[in-house]
Structures are given as C-alpha cells and as structure tokens.
C-alpha cells in the first residue's frame, strides 16, 4: 500500500459513510437505492476502464495484454512498435532485485504514453511509479534503472509481507536505487552530491525523521520538493555502505528478519548486532571518503539486443 492507495482507501470510506448516512434518512428508499447504487457502479465501470484500477479491469481497451513468467506487460496499441524493449527492460529489472530479494513475484506494468495518463493510472506523472495494481511506467522515461528501482519497491512490500510504513523511508528508496543503479538513476549514486550534502547542511543527520508514516510524508512533502537529489543520494550510499562493508548476505538476512522482527530497529539490531544510531555513525566516519564512479563506461552492454526475442 502506498499513500495514494491510503487516500483512496479513505475516500471510499467517506463515500460508504455517506451512504449510510443518506440511507438512514431517506423516506423513498427504492428511489434511494437506485439513485445512489447507479452512479457507484458508473463511477467504478470508469475507474476500471479509464482510471486507477485499469489493471484490475477485465477489459482493456485499445491495450495488449502479456505475459512472461510472473511478469505482466500492458501496453497501450499504438506503443506495440516497442514491446520487445519493454519485456526486455522488465526482464531485465527482475533479474537485478532477484539477485537480492532471491524470490520472484508476480508483478503488472503497464506501460503509459503521457504524465497525464500517469495521474489518471493513479500515480504521480514521474518515470516510473507504484499504482494501485501494478507498476506505471512512463513511456519516453523507461529504462532499466527505474524500472528495477520500482520493482525492488514492489518486491520489499511482497517478499516480506510489510506495508511500505514498516522500513523507513532511507531503506527503501536505498535499496531500490543501489540495485538500480544505472541508466537514469546514475545522477543518485555520486559521492560528490554526498559530500555536498554533508557540508552544505543539507544531509538528513536524524534517521529517525524518515520513520513510519510521517517519515513517509515528510519525504514526500518536503524533500523530494526542496531536495530529492541529496535525500535519493543519502539513502543509497547509506544501503551501499550497508552492502559493502557487511556483505550483500546480511542485507538479505536483514529483509528475512524484516518479516517476523516488529520493528525495522529491532530487525536491523539482531542482524548487525548494533543500533541503527551506531551504524549511522560508522557511516558518517568514511563518508567523506567515497569516490564518484565514472559515468558512460559500457554503454553498449546496457542496450537490448537488436532483432532478438
Ligand atoms: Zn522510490
């Protein structure tokens, strides 16, 4: 569940409510019912031919529908011409977050020709993002690297069966952009915006403010308005350090542990054997340290292949 899923969640409890509400009040009540059940089942026949639950809808219209394994490619008629770099891009993000996650999971991407279907899908017109059934790509935006940054989002939730309030926010959106590491997602992984960050004052020094809900909020609200490349940056050199210095088995232990521990803390302390404030100031000490990797190295290996299936 995400917030968009949240909100819309409150809305139909606000509908429901209503209706109740009407229902204990009004004297005709066949014209009552009818009035008010014809409107919900024309609004819910548009939500899922046009709007958020498009993905759950049995028909879709002007759109293909395939699949591969446990992945699901929708994709409106006229993008058909580049299906075959979809599935591979898809393919390709599956295999990066299996790598970590060691588990594969169904997942829907339907792919989105403009910003203003993205926000009819139901998500924010970005690259990619999460909607209320599948993973939203933008079309001119996809490739590997957000898709497999939204992928590793949709497979945290899964694999350990956790809504999205459970890690906070520097985890998640951490191990998303450390296993997509590429393409488009480059401009998060560099050391220098790091260091920036650290002495322009604008590195988040408390973890603790992207905990629960309102860490949630606050990095939706505030800093992927006033600072999305420090905040994005931050969170992956603090899974990258995760990573590196105490192996990609421990992280895969810290997400099993995630499943059964209460708390992401108390998960992360019995894993490590230290405090998540005792990690961060291990952190702190080598950040300075980290170098820029170099940009445009193996371009070529990053395209599909051409003419293949
Ligand atoms: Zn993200």
């Given amino acids: 569940m995400n917030v968009f899923s949240a909100l819309i969640g409150f809305l139909l409890f606000i509908i429901l409510v209503d209706f109740f509400v009407g229902l204990r009040r009004t004297n005709d009540l066949v014209r009552y019912l009818a009035t008010n ?19 759950l809808s049995p028909v879709k219209i002007n759109h293909q529908v395939k699949q591969d394994g446990q992945i699901t490619l929708v994709y409106p008629n006229d ?18 977050v299996y790598d970590l996650y060691q588990q594969i999971v169904p997942i829907k991407f339907l792919l989105v020709s403009s910003n203003v279907n993205m926000v009819r899908y ?4 970005v690259a990619a993002a999460r909607g209320l059934a599948g993973i939203n ?3 001119s935006k996809m490739d590997e690297g957000v898709l ?16 999205p309030f459970y890690f906070p926010r520097w985890f998640d959106e951490g191990l998303a952009t450390y296993l997509g590491d590429m393409d488009s997602m480059v401009k998060f992984t560099q050391a220098s915006v790091l260091k920036n960050s650290l002495d322009k004052g604008l590195y988040q020094e408390d973890l603790v403010y992207w905990n629960c809900f309102t860490g949630h909020l606050r990095w939706l609200v505030l800093d992927l308005r006033a600072r999305p ?7 992956y050199f603090l899974v990258k350090f995760l990573a590196d210095d105490y192996g990609k088995d421990n992280l895969r232990n810290l997400i099993w542990e995630s499943k059964t521990s209460p708390s992401f803390e108390q998960a992360f302390q019995t894993v490590y054997q230290m405090s998540l404030d005792e990690f961060h100031q291990k952190f702190l000490q080598v950040a300075r340290d980290f ?14 292949p051409k003419g293949g299936n």
């Fill in 79 to 96: 993008l058909a011409y580049d299906y075959e770099r979809f599935a591979y891009l898809t393919k390709k993000a599956q295999d990066n």
């Fill in 148 to 163: 497999t940054h939204e992928l590793s989002h949709h497979y945290l939730s899964q694999t350990t069966g956790r809504n």
């Fill in 137 to 139: 790509v933008r079309f």
């Fill in 229 to 235: 490349l420090e905040a994005y940056t931050q969170s």
């Fill in 122 to 125: 139901g998500s924010p017109p």
């Fill in 291 to 304: 170098k820029d990797t170099p940009e445009g190295l193996f371009e070529e290996f990053k395209n599909p």
């Fill in 37 to 55: 059940l014809s409107v919900y089942i024309v609004a819910a026949v548009l939500l899922l031919l046009f709007g958020p639950f498009f993905l």
